[in-house]
């Protein structure tokens, strides 16, 4: 299973990104999939996540700015930002929880992350 976030790099403040996250491989069931960062000497954190009906929650510091979506039928995920500010440099990782067979567990996958600098 590989999670591979793309859409990071340089955003003037004020300005809307959009991130995207896909995953690819063999997987039996796909639940959860969500978007976390780390800012800069700070711990991860939840920006939301979506259960596979697409059903969406977002932490209380990213409901105004942040909007998700999902597309099942291409197991993806995105994360668009408006309105961009400084405190939103981080390095921006996906999340997917799911089965890799119908025998096995719950298991968590992550992606490398993608970085985001925004600059004033």
């Known amino acids: 299973v590989h999670v591979v976030e793309s859409g990071g790099g340089f955003v003037q403040a004020g300005g809307t990104l959009r991130l995207s996250c896909r995953v690819s491989?063999?997987?039996?069931?796909?639940?959860?999939m969500g978007w976390y960062r780390q800012p800069p000497g700070k711990e991860r954190e939840l920006v939301g996540s979506?259960?596979?009906?697409?059903?969406?929650h977002y932490a209380d510091s990213a409901k105004s700015r942040f909007t998700i979506t999902r597309d099942n039928d291409e197991n993806t995920i995105s994360l668009e930002i408006s309105s961009l500010n400084i405190e939103d440099t981080a390095q921006y990782y996906c999340?997917?929880?799911?089965?890799?067979?119908?025998?096995?567990?719950?298991?968590?996958?992550w992606g490398k992350g993608t970085l985001v600098i925004v600059s004033t």
């Open positions: 979506t259960t596979a009906r697409s059903y969406i």
């Open positions: 491989g063999d997987m039996f069931a796909i639940g959860d």
């Open positions: 999340k997917v929880s799911g089965f890799v067979s119908e025998f096995s567990g719950p298991a968590d996958f």
